[in-house]
């Protein structure tokens, strides 16, 4: 039995790897609430792990937005993500914790690297400027991994998922990400009868969009290796990256169109072409996961009408 400490499991990522794991004879679970636990409190965080002494943690807890959030609160972005991965990595190697899986983003790639995105690519160009303060603090989380892997022999691993949706999503009207706000707006629209959903940007970015209950799966697979073959992805001579994704995309015009068929809006969509576009692409090189015995099972279409589901139910 592996005592499992998921950091941050009322979020989109956190939440779906307390399903995972919920059923398997092999994990106990451990959570706590943000008013329980505040991961920026240091003290707070060394006294929980030296009580608890978690043998695997699953590190979702951080601060995320999109475009819009990330453009207006960059301290926010870079600096509560900072804290909380420095205090959750020092107090785990202090308690001895045996696996960590480190969850991050894509954002932490550069804006303009071949595709599809291999993990080699990175640091390997500049970063997409509007979202670069979250995507340093997910670059440090790396290093992180790979600097107690080296230094202490740790088995630290860097999960890089692509974009996610489903239960648990942040629907927040100007912190959410693409998907999520897309569900929101057109679902508002339809209710109020309004003739028109303006979209940001061109709608020509390309997107990978994962749901939800998949990288929860992800997560309980990697967690479920044998301890060769997971150590063989946290040896100190290579970085200890692994992305997880469904291998292709869509655009964002494609994705608005697929979310207004879903929620059902019978009004007109138009593009805000004056509005920033992001990373024209970004989709990830998944061989390295494929190549362990794993992949992605839900298509986008199947996704999004439970996504949508769960949005009537705790949000609408």
Not at 144 to 155: A, E, P, V
Request: charged fraction near 25%.
């Amino acid at each position: 039995m592996k005592r499992t400490f998921i950091a941050g499991h009322r979020g989109l990522v956190g939440s779906a790897a307390q399903r995972a794991l919920k059923d398997r004879p092999n994990f106990e679970t451990i959570v706590r609430t943000h008013a329980e636990l505040d991961l920026e409190d240091r003290a707070a965080t060394r006294a929980f792990f030296m009580e608890q002494r978690p043998d695997y943690v699953v590190m979702c807890a951080a601060k995320v937005g999109g475009i819009l959030a990330n453009s207006t609160l960059p301290v926010d972005f870079l600096h509560n993500n900072l804290r909380i991965q420095l205090n959750v990595f020092d107090a785990a190697h202090e308690a001895g914790v045996e696996r960590m899986i480190f969850l991050g983003s894509s954002c932490i790639y550069p804006r303009d690297c071949p595709q599809p995105i291999n993990e080699d690519y990175l640091l390997t160009g500049p970063l997409e400027a509007t979202n670069r303060p979250y995507a340093l603090a997910k670059i440090s989380g790396v290093e992180s991994c790979w600097s107690f892997n080296r230094q202490y022999g740790t088995r630290y691993l860097a999960v890089m998922p692509t974009n996610m949706y489903g239960p648990g999503d942040n629907y927040h009207p100007e912190h959410s990400h693409v998907l999520p706000a897309l569900i929101r707006r057109f679902h508002e629209a339809k209710i109020k009868g309004a003739p028109e959903v303006v979209v940001w940007g061109s709608g020509k970015p390309r997107r990978e969009f994962m749901y939800s209950e998949d990288l929860g799966d992800a997560i309980r697979f990697l967690l479920e290796l044998p301890d060769e073959r997971f150590a063989a992805l946290t040896r100190p001579e290579v970085t200890p990256l692994i992305n997880v994704g469904v291998g292709e995309d869509v655009t964002i015009r494609e994705v608005a169109e697929l979310v207004k068929a879903t929620v059902g809006y019978e009004g007109e969509l138009k593009l805000d072409a004056t509005k920033p576009d992001g990373t024209p692409r970004k989709l990830l090189d998944v061989g390295r996961l494929s190549a362990l015995g794993w992949k992605a099972k839900t298509a986008l279409d199947e996704g999004l009408r439970h996504a949508y589901e769960d949005f009537l139910r705790h949000h609408a």
